[in-house]
């Protein structure tokens, strides 16, 4: 994938501030990311990333500043219209659908599917049939790209961590989006869970020409991962940058690495 | 034990009890089910008795009456969900409750509802309880077939996530407003086409039959029958409304003993009598 200086940015971000109260959780962030980069976030805890994803996918709105998606502005749109445009997301504290199968939790998100009309339903017409069967193995062809088809039909809230954190990635990517949104994809998964994830994501990018930006408190994880990085510190974007950049800047070391080792 | 005319109080409670239920698949708890119901039976109670004094109303005049019902009550609703829904858990629940008490109010003092007394002399279509069994059942017979057919469909898909997550539904695309509000529309008509039943087979309608206990008697049904699956709501109130008639020979201690088990039925059923496991157990069912 080629990636040209003068192309439209996928997402840019205008001078993006938000404040809770008097707490500035973020502070002007500008910065653009390319299509079909994997770009990283990182930042000491309460940095404003969660913020920052918040944002981009419309959960929250900005205080000031905004959010340009394939050159438009985005303002005032809510979560589902952002998805509509493109942009899914996961969420770090897990918001799996517990009470449905994993199979079944792939299927919502595969809302904008042909599904034939209610009457179809009704009468459960071959034309309905026909879209469910097809509904069906678009989710497990998802599910297996995830390593999750053999859990298909176990509920949801019955699997492992790391099970579940790769459920919330198949279940975006029902939405076919084409910038997807990780937040601490790798928390709570071993050394070896992270590193078949990473190579999981350089797949799934390939494979579903994905944009990627990435929350990711292992760091390593990221320079290995990741084409470009954004470092915030208070809500502050401190530093943007290739990875070699970011683990040489001054300031990166001592707002992150420095001042918690 | 059980004769016609129980029978025909039992459908029309599971008919509810599925009113219910409608919003609750789709994670509100909306107790506006009364306020519905009152409408269609007193809008029945008001076009048959008018201009005319026959005892009977052909089949089709009723379900013209139904007709009318569930257009007037899906317009309500659209009216009121908007804003409604916009709230959350209990907050949803107490807008509803004030939604019940306005219609009681309305019904209670307009002067052409026939004040406390209420609108008598309502003509039959059927002359026998059992016309209304079969008419209801087969109403309840038409819910269940519908129900059970959608299961699959996007909405009640959508319906079921949002009640797992309405936030994490929002950011995968699904547009929770319409969906809540179809599932509360629903709602509302099949309580506004119940009333119009029940105003003509209760022969006499009031204020009363649209009040704030039958919000709490209906949301028992959902809680009793169990409120993953439209089977539980059926269950629920055709039980409860048998309940207190079946308790008739123990006297006034019915009163205890009904209320005994709506204390007793979370304790022993928190799910409710109808659980997705037990569906899975039967396996012809799926939850």
Known sequence: ?261 | MIDNGLLVQMILGALLGLSVYLPMAAGQLSLATPAFYAVGGTLAALLSTHGSSQSTISLWAVLGEMLLAAGLTAGLALLVGLPVLRLRGIYLAIATIALVEMVRVAILNLPFTGGAAGIFGIPQPFQKPFGYVLFSGGLLAVCGWLFQRLEASRLVRSMAAIRDDELASRCMGIHTTRVKLTAFVASAVLAGITGVIAAHYLNTWNARQGSFDVAITTLAFVILGGSRSWLGPVLGGLLLTALPELLRPVGDLRLVLFGLVILLGPVFFPQGLITPTLLERLGRWKP
């Open chain 1, 1 to 261: 994938m080629t990636i040209t200086a003068t192309a439209t940015p996928l997402l840019e971000l205008r001078q993006i501030s938000r404040q809770f109260g008097g707490l500035h959780a973020l502070s002007e962030v500008s910065f653009q990311v390319k299509e079909g980069e994997i770009f990283g976030l990182i930042g000491p805890n309460g940095a404003g990333k969660t913020t920052l994803f918040n944002l981009l996918s419309g959960v929250t709105p900005a205080s000031s500043g905004t959010i340009h998606w394939r050159g438009q502005a985005m303002q005032g749109l809510s979560p589902d219209r952002h998805n509509r445009l493109g942009i899914a997301r996961t969420f770090q504290n897990l918001r799996l659908f517990t009470g449905l199968s994993v199979l079944e939790n792939v299927l919502v998100a595969l809302h904008r599917q042909p599904q034939g009309n209610g009457l179809d339903a009704l009468l459960n017409s071959p034309r309905f049939q026909r879209h469910q069967s097809a509904l069906r193995e678009r989710a497990l062809q998802l599910l297996d790209e995830l390593g999750l088809v053999d859990q298909a039909h176990r509920q949801a809230s019955g699997l492992a961590y790391g099970d579940r954190r790769r459920l919330e990635i198949a279940r975006a990517l029902a939405t076919a989006p084409a910038l997807l949104l990780l937040d601490e994809p790798a928390a709570g998964m071993n050394p070896r869970e992270k590193e078949q994830l990473c190579e999981l994501l350089a797949q799934l990018r390939q494979r579903h020409q994905l944009t990627l930006v990435v929350i990711e408190h292992h760091v390593s994880l990221l320079m290995q991962l990741c084409q470009r990085l954004a470092v915030l510190d208070f809500g502050r974007l401190i530093a943007v940058g290739i990875p070699e950049q970011i683990q040489r800047d001054p300031r990166v070391i001592e707002a992150y690495l420095g001042s918690s080792r």
